[in-house]
Nanobody, 122 residues
């Protein structure tokens, strides 16, 4: 069983930066994909970024060129550094994990954190 806990959310002005962190309660095997999702007000979740089992990172959609995902294996921590934030980035952000591949479909992920709110003001 893996438990995930996010932190680092908050309020920031447009153009600012935030770094989200996700700490896993136990050792996450290298066979797990780790990802960040955002949840829109209607409840739909969309993948923002992921790190696969080989350590390769992928940034989705509007985060390309602005977001960086990184994994600190020694500390069982996943980070998402978000730069040049805009009000459109405002949402609740979740950390998620699953074995093997990194699909974009949120329902395929096994473990989820509780989420952290990111609010960007103009």
């Amino acid at each position: 069983q893996i438990q995930l806990a996010e932190s680092g959310g908050g309020s920031v002005q447009a153009g600012g930066s935030l770094t989200l962190s996700c700490v896993a309660s136990g050792v996450v095997p290298d066979t797990y994909c780790m990802a960040w999702f955002r949840q829109f007000p209607g409840g739909k979740r969309e993948r923002v970024a992921a790190v696969d089992t080989e350590g390769a990172s992928n940034i989705d959609g509007s985060g390309r060129g602005r977001f960086i995902i990184s994994k600190d294996t020694a500390r069982n921590t996943l980070h998402l550094t978000m730069n040049n934030l805009s009000p459109a980035d405002t949402d609740v952000y979740f950390c998620a994990a699953r074995r093997w591949t990194c699909p974009r479909v949120p329902s395929t992920y096994t473990y989820w954190g509780q989420g952290t709110q990111v609010t960007v003001s103009s």
